[in-house]
């Protein structure tokens, strides 16, 4: 398991820590995929929060590996049309496409945004 928070790291620590540990215990997975998805979904966090913390959980099995990003905002995703002219709109779907499962997790504190992968058959 890696857990990781804004205290200690930023995005860019988070994601190559995504990538070390990906690298290391889930070696069937498409690492930059993952960092991708764990890139855009902390980035949001920062964004998308009135504080911008986030904590970073990972962990894997045999059967999946499971990014879980929490965060102080309690307001669901809210995934827009892409804005290639302006930049923008586009983490949600990359996420969407990037994972086997995204999910939603309301908390009494904020959410977490889970995001999983399945080995290939």
């Known amino acids: ?3 990781i928070d804004s205290h ?3 995005i860019a620590n988070a994601r190559h820590a995504a990538a070390d540990y990906v690298r290391r215990s ?3 997975a498409d690492r930059d995929a993952v960092t991708l998805v764990i890139s855009e979904l902390v980035g949001n966090a920062v964004r998308h929060t009135e504080r911008g913390q986030w904590r970073l959980c990972l962990n894997s099995d045999d059967t999946r590996l499971i990014a879980d990003v929490q965060d102080t905002s309690c307001a669901p ?3 827009r049309q892409p804005d290639l002219a302006r930049g923008g709109g586009m983490g949600w779907h990359i996420a ?3 994972t086997s499962r995204l999910t939603v997790l309301p908390g009494p504190d904020g959410k977490t945004i889970r995001a999983e992968w399945q080995p290939p058959a």
């Open 1 to 3: 398991m890696l857990v």
């Open 8 to 10: 200690d790291a930023d």
């Open 26 to 28: 889930c070696p069937w």
């Open 77 to 79: 995703p809210a995934p």
């Open 96 to 98: 969407e496409e990037l």
